[in-house]
């Protein structure tokens, strides 16, 4: 009798037990299930494309020196433990050397103990290997040395004084800090090649674990219980390959939690059962069309009229801007989630100045005048834009099309839309054979890379498209976003960076639709969703959502 | 000619003509593709294009080009995809498993249903009920297949959820092992039974699609063929003897005209071949046909080339059987040309 | 076909036409086949007055209209009888001018694949020998890839647009005539009475043109028809998964642009142009298989 007692009672316990820790059980076993757009190509930082799948999966499972949080674009400090300043003395008189002072007592994911060796070697890695494809220029172009102080605290010597230096290569992906250790124990690399380790293995100090990679179908990651920040709630699993259709379909059905899409759809989705909108905000990703000056003699597509420098005669490019009907596209295509700025500093970005002149709105008679003055009005002509096909940037290149083929039955515009990857190969190279393309800009929190890449005359996009002779004045621009790159007096740089905003209006380089809105979709059993444009593609931080199960 | 001699012979034509598409696709990718395309993998650096262009042969005359890059094939290099990330060879089996077990559910299900309205049919000949299972079977050849397997998917899976998409549920698929690639059989073998039955529930909207389609081509033979059997002289001798209609149809009848319908073979693995690449793509099934489709819209040529030859080689052997079988029926096939 | 005492022998032209007429009127008679007449019928009339019945866009007609204010319209609103679709384009415009373009894809098709193929036919058959041989096995070696996927693959070589799905339909589908075409030949070839023309001093191109060709005819003509809803059915796949141009108005491109709005309800843009696919493909299958059966020799008269 006892003995049965007690055992009864030892399983009544248990169960208890049991019962009281199954919440814990379950809350621990929810999996946030994400439809991603885009497969990661690989998972190795030094790697990695600036802007392609990969960069969420890091940003996950790898930590940087700093990172921002969700309430605004400020700095905060991740594995260094202070952010540098001219004021704290972090930043050295001339502005050329940064002091990191590092958190301590944290490991990997392979428990190897993280110190300021790890972050010489990540940030010397990427240098070195100069991977193709990858962002190594972020640090390249702007890091002299790296230097071990003492274990926990870095240093860094730049080339030139850089004002953008903590927002676009602290912060960026390409920056992360990985497992010294592990690395090297998987083989020596050099060459310009990776001893391919990282591509498909992740040993970071991050709040989630890389558990698993189906190629072409998904992906598995899972909470780190030992991470030094506030750990996350939920394992997290991202499903690759679907169409924008069938996410969609995919959230209704609650197949999947969060998803990646764009606000054609989210209209769609509002009062779905179960689904919920967040919409506040926009994204730092210009919707632009280029304008391209430098093709190569006889590389156009065949159907194009125009001649390769159709393009250097500012008033047709002033005409195209004109001629493009923004509110069509903002309300029609976007559904209102967006904003109407035709401008090369987004809005929400240090410095944008929203008094400097924009065009915002359809104004067909301008756009007469000026085709007539450049003299192409009465024989019409014929251009290709090549956009990526199903997507919001091929939906833009149908508005110009119909703006401008409403205009004057002569003048076509032909939109070729192409598969993904043959885009990124049309553009990727040095020449670009088409006179326009439509995507969007990477998202960044410091002008200067917008202008840098975008507007200045020699930049990454200057020289491919040729703006030094296409723009009027292009040493007065050039100067100008110079300038701005090294101005350290918050004030002055701003007040720079809305000039240069109002010469970019006379003399545009792109067709800049507008600016979308940061808005996503997702089920109502999730807890503290939130968008951060400065947090790579899809914005989110798997990390601090909840899911309750309910 | 013999049967013998018949059957030799087309044995003989068959590497001829495994060549000549092998000729065609490499044509493909010369005219379209860069040459290096097939084998070219964004982590290779430029020593190792190089020597791939080395092994290849790529400077060198055409004709020289097709000679490696047909040894290559032999020795199983079929090049890299860009699509999977990985040399062909290495995903082409999982994949075709997938693909496999698909259409052997679909093909189940045509023939199931393919027999029993062709029977329907054919007993009924130029009735009304003949006529509208003949719209009905017509109506499976002409279906798009992408828009049927859409209409599907709204129906079942987003309005009345009843079945997933995909082939299986994560979690289950982590839960046994995977010896055979066929789901079904390694939820069986693994003793499993929801493992079985996910696989089953995944396999239900897909095989509708693609087998609904392959009904026509059923349907169609199995009628004539007991249309023309139920012409025969021996059925009217058995039906003079008194032997009931029921045993002359099931026992007689049915079973003669089970014989020519089995030549469709050919014909139906040549329609669930190309009708699986809409309905993967739908129904987000990772076999050959999503793969191919994906290759296509992103210039992945040696998925391209491998599927196509592929799927050529197949159906030359498919068509071949079913040629020596029907020659076997009918001895003036043989004779002809 | 009784022939009465007094009968006038008939010349072989008046043969062929009553030969027709029987056939039509037999195909009429048939409801399946009857059914698929009408339907290509009023296929036929719709691509034809399709600028009556739905005026055209400029400055383009092929290309969809967008009206950005009238997204998402479903079927029922005023002005759009079948709805919009995310582009706001009327989706019955697509149909109508889907239909036209339908139409356009599969003559040009049908039109160069018949013509191609007869003459690589003819020359395989009249001229005989080892070009015979050659072309035979190239005949041989095209057939052995399923329609579909050489289609698909040479549509990718080729690059996306709609002219390169023509094309690359047109160097698919040739090849059955081919096959058709040197059969008649040889078959023909060895009937008595073109022996007895021969003899007689009659050119091989009389014989050719009086007694082959019409002859041929006939399965080159069920072929023909069946291609017809083939071709648009395989044109539409490829456009759906990707190799076509966006925003035109091509039934398979309708379906694949409409699939966006199925998640959230919005059936309507890919189930129209989805519906038109296959009622242009069910009437040609119903009447080529109804004039398939009409011409076998071994059914006719059943």
């Given at each position: 009798?006892?003995?049965?007692?007690?055992?009864?009672?030892?399983?009544?316990?248990?169960?208890?037990?049991?019962?009281?820790?199954?919440?814990?059980?379950?809350?621990?076993?929810?999996?946030?299930?994400h439809?991603?757009?885009?497969?990661?190509?690989?998972?190795?930082?030094?790697?990695?494309?600036?802007?392609?799948?990969?960069?969420?999966?890091?940003?996950?499972?790898?930590?940087?020196?700093?990172?921002?949080?969700?309430?605004?674009?400020?700095?905060?400090?991740?594995?260094?433990?202070?952010?540098?300043?001219?004021e704290?003395?972090?930043?050295?008189?001339?502005?050329?050397?940064?002091?990191?002072?590092?958190?301590?007592?944290?490991?990997?994911?392979?428990?190897?103990?993280?110190?300021?060796?790890?972050?010489?070697?990540?940030?010397?890695?990427?240098?070195?290997?100069?991977?193709p494809?990858?962002?190594?220029?972020?640090?390249?172009?702007?890091?002299?040395?790296?230097?071990?102080?003492?274990?926990?605290?870095?240093?860094?010597?730049?080339?030139?004084?850089?004002?953008?230096?903590?927002?676009?290569?602290?912060?960026?992906?390409?920056?992360?800090?990985?497992?010294?250790?592990?690395?090297?124990?998987?083989?020596?690399?050099?060459?310009?090649?990776?001893?391919?380790?990282?591509?498909?293995?992740?040993?970071?100090?991050?709040?989630?674990?890389?558990?698993?990679?189906?190629?072409t179908?998904?992906?598995?990651?899972?909470?780190?219980?030992?991470?030094w920040?506030t750990?996350?709630?939920?394992?997290?699993?991202?499903?690759?390959?679907l169409?924008?259709?069938?996410?969609?379909?995919?959230?209704?059905?609650?197949?999947?939690?969060?998803i990646?899409?764009?606000?054609?759809?989210?209209?769609?989705?509002?009062?779905?059962?179960?689904?919920?909108?967040?919409?506040?905000?926009?994204?730092?990703?210009?919707?632009?069309?280029?304008?391209?000056?430098?093709?190569?003699?006889?590389?156009?597509?065949?159907?194009?009229?125009?001649?390769?420098?159709?393009f250097?005669?500012?008033?047709i490019?002033?005409?195209?801007?004109?001629?493009?009907?923004?509110?069509?596209?903002?309300?029609?295509?976007?559904?209102?989630?967006?904003?109407?700025?035709p401008?090369?500093?987004?809005?929400?970005?240090?410095?944008?100045?929203?008094?400097?002149?924009?065009?915002?709105?359809?104004?067909?008679?301008?756009?007469?005048?000026?085709?007539?003055?450049?003299?192409?009005?009465d024989?019409?002509?014929?251009?290709?834009?090549?956009?990526?096909?199903?997507?919001?940037?091929?939906?833009?290149?149908?508005?110009?099309?119909?703006?401008?083929?409403?205009?004057?039955?002569?003048?076509?515009i032909?939109?070729?839309?192409?598969?993904?990857?043959?885009?990124d190969?049309?553009?990727?190279?040095?020449?670009?054979?088409?006179?326009?393309?439509?995507?969007?800009?990477?998202?960044?929190?410091d002008?200067?890379?917008?202008?840098?890449?975008?507007?200045?005359?020699?930049?990454?996009?200057?020289?491919?498209?040729?703006?030094?002779?296409?723009?009027?004045?292009?040493?007065?621009?050039?100067?100008?976003?110079?300038?701005?790159?090294?101005?350290?007096?918050?004030?002055?740089?701003?007040?720079?960076?809305?000039?240069?905003?109002?010469?970019?209006?006379a003399?545009?380089?792109?067709?800049?639709?507008?600016?979308?809105?940061?808005?996503?979709?997702?089920?109502?059993?999730?807890?503290?969703?939130?968008?951060?444009?400065?947090?790579?593609?899809?914005?989110?931080?798997?990390?601090?959502?909840?899911?309750?199960?309910? | 000619?013999?049967?013998?001699?018949?059957?030799?012979?087309?044995?003989?034509?068959?590497?001829?003509?495994?060549?000549?598409?092998?000729?065609?696709?490499?044509?493909?990718?010369?005219?379209?593709?860069?040459?290096?395309g097939?084998?070219?993998?964004?982590?290779?650096?430029?020593?190792?294009?190089?020597?791939?262009?080395?092994?290849?042969?790529?400077?060198?005359?055409?004709?020289?080009?097709?000679?490696?890059?047909?040894?290559?094939?032999?020795?199983?290099?079929?090049?890299?995809?860009?699509?999977?990330?990985?040399?062909?060879?290495?995903?082409?089996?999982?994949?075709?498993?997938?693909?496999?077990?698909?259409?052997?559910?679909?093909a189940?299900?045509?023939?199931?249903?393919?027999?029993?309205?062709?029977?329907?049919a054919?007993?009924?000949?130029?009735?009304?009920?003949?006529?509208?299972?003949?719209?009905?079977?017509?109506?499976?050849?002409?279906?798009?297949?992408?828009?049927?397997?859409?209409?599907?998917?709204?129906?079942?899976?987003?309005?009345?959820?009843?079945f997933?998409?995909?082939?299986?549920?994560?979690?289950?698929?982590?839960?046994?092992?995977?010896?055979?690639?066929?789901?079904?059989?390694?939820?069986?073998?693994?003793?499993?039974?929801?493992?079985?039955?996910?696989?089953l529930?995944?396999?239900?909207?897909?095989?509708?699609?693609?087998?609904?389609?392959?009904?026509?081509?059923?349907?169609?033979?199995?009628?004539?063929?007991?249309?023309?059997?139920?012409?025969?002289?021996?059925?009217?001798?058995?039906?003079?003897?008194?032997?009931?209609?029921?045993?002359?149809?099931?026992?007689?009848?049915?079973?003669?005209?089970?014989?020519?319908?089995?030549?469709?073979?050919?014909?139906?693995?040549?329609?669930l071949?190309?009708?699986?690449?809409?309905?993967e793509?739908?129904?987000?099934?990772?076999?050959?046909?999503r793969?191919?489709?994906?290759?296509?819209?992103?210039?992945?040529?040696?998925?391209?080339?491998?599927?196509?030859?592929?799927?050529?080689?197949?159906?030359?052997?498919?068509?071949?059987?079913?040629?020596?079988?029907?020659?076997?029926?009918?001895?003036?096939?043989?004779?002809?040309? | 076909?009784?022939?009465?005492?007094?009968?006038?022998?008939?010349?072989?032209?008046?043969?062929?036409?009553?030969?027709?007429?029987?056939?039509?009127?037999?195909?009429?008679?048939?409801?399946?086949?009857?059914?698929?007449?009408?339907?290509?019928?009023?296929?036929?009339?719709?691509?034809?007055?399709?600028?009556?019945?739905?005026?055209?866009?400029?400055?383009?007609?092929?290309?969809?209209?967008?009206?950005?204010?009238?997204?998402?319209?479903?079927?029922?609103?005023?002005?759009?009888?079948?709805?919009?679709?995310?582009?706001?384009?009327?989706?019955?415009?697509?149909?109508?001018?889907?239909?036209?373009?339908?139409?356009?894809?599969?003559?040009?098709?049908?039109?160069?694949?018949?013509?191609?193929?007869?003459?690589?036919?003819?020359?395989?058959?009249?001229?005989?020998?080892?070009?015979?041989?050659?072309?035979?096995?190239?005949?041989?070696?095209?057939?052995?890839?399923?329609?579909?996927?050489?289609?698909?693959?040479?549509?990718?070589?080729?690059?996306?647009?709609?002219?390169?799905?023509i094309?690359?339909?047109?160097?698919?589908?040739?090849?059955?005539?081919?096959?058709?075409?040197?059969?008649?030949?040889?078959?023909?070839?060895?009937?008595?009475?073109?022996?007895?023309?021969?003899?007689?001093?009659?050119?091989?191109?009389?014989?050719?043109?009086?007694?082959i060709?019409?002859?041929?005819?006939?399965?080159?003509?069920?072929?023909?028809?069946?291609?017809?809803?083939?071709?648009?059915?395989?044109?539409?796949?490829?456009?759906?998964?990707g190799?076509?141009?966006?925003?035109?108005?091509?039934?398979?491109?309708?379906?694949?642009?409409?699939?966006?709005?199925?998640?959230?309800?919005?059936?309507?843009?890919?189930?129209f142009?989805?519906?038109?696919?296959?009622?242009?493909?069910?009437?040609f299958?119903?009447?080529g298989?109804?004039?398939?059966?009409?011409?076998?020799?071994?059914?006719?008269?059943?």
């Amino acid at each position: 009798m006892t003995a049965l007692f007690s055992i009864s009672f030892r399983a009544t316990l248990g169960a208890a037990t049991l019962a009281f820790l199954l919440p814990a059980i379950a809350a621990a076993q929810e999996t946030i299930v994400h439809g991603a757009d885009e497969e990661p190509a690989t998972l190795d930082p030094a790697e990695v494309e600036p802007g392609e799948g990969g960069e969420s999966v890091i940003f996950h499972v790898y930590d940087r020196l700093l990172t921002v949080g969700a309430e605004s674009s400020d700095l905060v400090p991740a594995l260094a433990t202070e952010i540098p300043s001219v004021e704290n003395g972090l930043i050295s008189e001339d502005g050329l050397t940064y002091t990191f002072p590092l958190r301590q007592g944290i490991t990997f994911h392979d428990e190897s103990p993280f110190t300021a060796d790890d972050v010489k070697f990540s940030w010397d890695r990427v240098i070195a290997l100069e991977l193709p494809g990858s962002g190594y220029e972020i640090l390249s172009e702007r890091v002299a040395e790296t230097r071990v102080v003492d274990d926990y605290t870095f240093e860094v010597t730049l080339n030139d004084v850089d004002a953008s230096f903590l927002y676009s290569a602290v912060l960026s992906m390409t920056a992360s800090i990985v497992s010294q250790e592990a690395v090297e124990a998987a083989g020596a690399e050099g060459d310009g090649e990776s001893n391919g380790l990282l591509s498909d293995n992740m040993i970071g100090t991050g709040p989630y674990t890389f558990e698993s990679w189906n190629r072409t179908e998904n992906m598995t990651l899972r909470v780190n219980p030992s991470y030094w920040g506030t750990a996350a709630f939920d394992d997290v699993r991202l499903e690759f390959g679907l169409d924008p259709d069938v996410r969609v379909l995919g959230l209704r059905a609650g197949e999947f939690d969060t998803i990646e899409t764009d606000p054609s759809y989210v209209a769609d989705l509002e009062g779905a059962d179960g689904v919920e909108i967040y919409a506040e905000g926009l994204l730092l990703e210009p919707l632009h069309i280029g304008f391209n000056m430098n093709v190569p003699e006889g590389a156009l597509p065949e159907g194009d009229t125009i001649p390769e420098d159709f393009f250097k005669d500012v008033r047709i490019r002033q005409a195209f801007n004109h001629a493009f009907d923004y509110t069509a596209f903002v309300q029609g295509a976007l559904a209102g989630f967006g904003e109407i700025n035709p401008h090369y500093v987004p809005i929400g970005v240090f410095g944008y100045d929203p008094n400097a002149p924009v065009y915002g709105e359809q104004n067909l008679a301008e756009a007469e005048r000026l085709f007539r003055e450049a003299g192409v009005w009465d024989e019409g002509f014929t251009a290709t834009v090549v956009v990526e096909s199903g997507s919001l940037f091929e939906i833009q290149c149908l508005i110009l099309k119909d703006s401008i083929e409403a205009m004057n039955p002569d003048m076509r515009i032909n939109v070729l839309g192409v598969a993904e990857a043959v885009f990124d190969e049309a553009i990727a190279s040095e020449t670009v054979n088409y006179a326009m393309w439509a995507k969007n800009g990477d998202p960044a929190a410091d002008p200067i890379d917008y202008l840098m890449t975008y507007a200045h005359p020699d930049g990454e996009w200057g020289e491919i498209h040729g703006f030094r002779d296409a723009y009027v004045n292009p040493d007065q621009i050039a100067n100008l976003i110079d300038q701005i790159a090294v101005e350290l007096d918050r004030d002055t740089r701003a007040g720079l960076v809305g000039e240069v905003q109002s010469l970019l209006y006379a003399d545009p380089m792109w067709i800049i639709g507008a600016q979308e809105g940061a808005v996503t979709a997702y089920r109502d059993d999730i807890e503290n969703m939130v968008l951060q444009p400065l947090w790579p593609r899809p914005s989110i931080n798997f990390a601090i959502l909840d899911k309750t199960g309910g | 000619m013999q049967i013998r001699d018949y059957i030799i012979r087309r044995l003989l034509i068959l590497p001829l003509l495994i060549i000549g598409v092998s000729i065609v696709v490499f044509a493909l990718t010369r005219i379209g593709g860069s040459p290096i395309g097939v084998y070219l993998s964004h982590e290779m650096n430029a020593s190792e294009v190089a020597a791939l262009e080395e092994r290849f042969h790529l400077n060198e005359p055409l004709v020289v080009q097709y000679w490696y890059w047909a040894k290559g094939a032999l020795s199983g290099d079929f090049g890299y995809s860009g699509v999977a990330a990985a040399p062909v060879s290495e995903v082409f089996w999982g994949k075709f498993a997938a693909t496999m077990e698909l259409s052997v559910f679909s093909a189940l299900i045509a023939v199931w249903l393919g027999l029993k309205l062709g029977v329907f049919a054919g007993k009924r000949r130029n009735k009304w009920q003949d006529h509208l299972t003949r719209i009905v079977a017509v109506s499976g050849a002409s279906l798009p297949l992408f828009w049927f397997g859409i209409v599907l998917l709204i129906v079942f899976w987003a309005n009345l959820g009843w079945f997933p998409v995909g082939r299986s549920d994560a979690d289950i698929w982590d839960s046994i092992a995977h010896p055979t690639g066929f789901y079904t059989l390694d939820g069986l073998l693994a003793g499993s039974i929801p493992a079985f039955l996910d696989a089953l529930w995944h396999l239900v909207l897909p095989s509708i699609t693609l087998g609904f389609g392959a009904v026509a081509i059923i349907t169609r033979m199995m009628r004539s063929a007991l249309v023309e059997e139920l012409q025969q002289d021996y059925v009217d001798a058995a039906r003079a003897k008194g032997l009931p209609e029921r045993l002359v149809l099931n026992r007689h009848a049915k079973r003669n005209a089970l014989v020519p319908t089995v030549t469709v073979i050919g014909l139906t693995i040549a329609f669930l071949m190309q009708g699986a690449i809409a309905a993967e793509i739908i129904f987000r099934w990772p076999g050959l046909g999503r793969w191919m489709a994906d290759a296509v819209v992103r210039g992945d040529q040696a998925t391209i080339m491998t599927y196509v030859l592929f799927t050529s080689v197949l159906f030359l052997f498919a068509n071949l059987i079913v040629d020596i079988v029907y020659a076997k029926l009918d001895p003036r096939v043989r004779l002809g040309d | 076909m009784a022939i009465s005492d007094n009968a006038i022998p008939m010349s072989a032209r008046q043969v062929r036409l009553r030969r027709w007429t029987e056939i039509f009127r037999s195909l009429m008679t048939n409801p399946t086949t009857a059914l698929g007449m009408i339907i290509i019928f009023l296929l036929l009339a719709m691509a034809i007055f399709a600028p009556w019945l739905s005026t055209p866009n400029t400055p383009d007609a092929y290309q969809m209209p967008r009206d950005w204010g009238a997204t998402r319209m479903p079927p029922g609103t005023p002005n759009h009888p079948l709805g919009t679709t995310n582009q706001g384009g009327d989706v019955l415009y697509g149909v109508i001018w889907g239909s036209r373009t339908s139409l356009q894809m599969s003559l040009i098709v049908v039109s160069v694949t018949v013509v191609i193929g007869v003459a690589i036919g003819s020359i395989a058959g009249i001229v005989g020998g080892w070009i015979d041989e050659t072309l035979m096995r190239i005949v041989d070696i095209f057939l052995s890839i399923p329609e579909l996927i050489f289609a698909l693959a040479v549509a990718a070589i080729l690059g996306p647009s709609f002219t390169n799905i023509i094309l690359s339909l047109c160097i698919v589908f040739w090849v059955k005539y081919a096959r058709i075409m040197r059969a008649q030949i040889i078959l023909i070839r060895q009937a008595d009475y073109v022996q007895a023309a021969r003899v007689m001093g009659d050119s091989r191109l009389n014989i050719f043109l009086r007694d082959i060709l019409p002859n041929a005819s006939t399965p080159i003509a069920v072929q023909a028809t069946l291609d017809m809803g083939n071709i648009v059915l395989v044109g539409a796949t490829l456009s759906f998964i990707g190799l076509s141009e966006s925003g035109i108005a091509e039934w398979g491109v309708l379906v694949s642009e409409g699939q966006a709005g199925i998640a959230s309800g919005r059936w309507w843009a890919s189930t129209f142009p989805g519906l038109m696919i296959f009622l242009w493909a069910l009437a040609f299958n119903l009447v080529g298989d109804g004039l398939r059966d009409a011409l076998d020799p071994r059914t006719e008269g059943r």
